[in-house]
């Protein structure tokens, strides 16, 4: 099971852009999927979870210009930056607690990560 992340690039402030992640394999069940970033020369931070019932939790950063949404049918999950600002700079990683077929045991998961880079 793997998670890829997909949808980064090269914006101007202001600008938005939507990055995705896709549980791909034998995957039984996905419960928590969060969203992290590691800015440049900085470490990595939470940007934004949300459970399997689609209840959102946003890091203060995030909060009124990120949307986080996942598909459960499709084990994938979204983020809709809006007004994007140089500090949201950052390689995006996306991270699920997730159960693969035939397994007794939940995994965390981490993407490759995808980035994104806002020019001002």
């Known amino acids: 099971v793997q998670l890829q992340a997909s949808g980064g690039g090269l914006v101007q402030a202001g600008e938005s852009l939507t990055i995705s992640c896709a549980a791909v394999?034998?995957?039984?069940?996905?419960?928590?999927m969060a969203w992290y970033r590691r800015p440049p020369g900085k470490g990595r931070e939470l940007v934004a979870s949300?459970?399997?019932?689609?209840?959102?939790a946003y890091a203060g950063s995030a909060k009124g210009r990120f949307t986080i949404s996942r598909d459960n049918a499709k084990n994938t999950m979204d983020l809709l930056m809006d007004t994007l600002q140089p500090e949201d700079t950052a390689v995006y990683y996306c991270?699920?607690?997730?159960?693969?077929?035939?397994?007794?045991?939940?995994?965390?998961?981490w993407g490759q990560g995808t980035q994104v880079t806002v020019s001002s």
């Open positions: 949300i459970g399997h019932d689609g209840r959102a």
């Open positions: 991270n699920a607690n997730l159960r693969q077929n035939g397994a007794s045991v939940w995994e965390n998961v």
């Open positions: 394999g034998s995957v039984l069940a996905v419960h928590t």
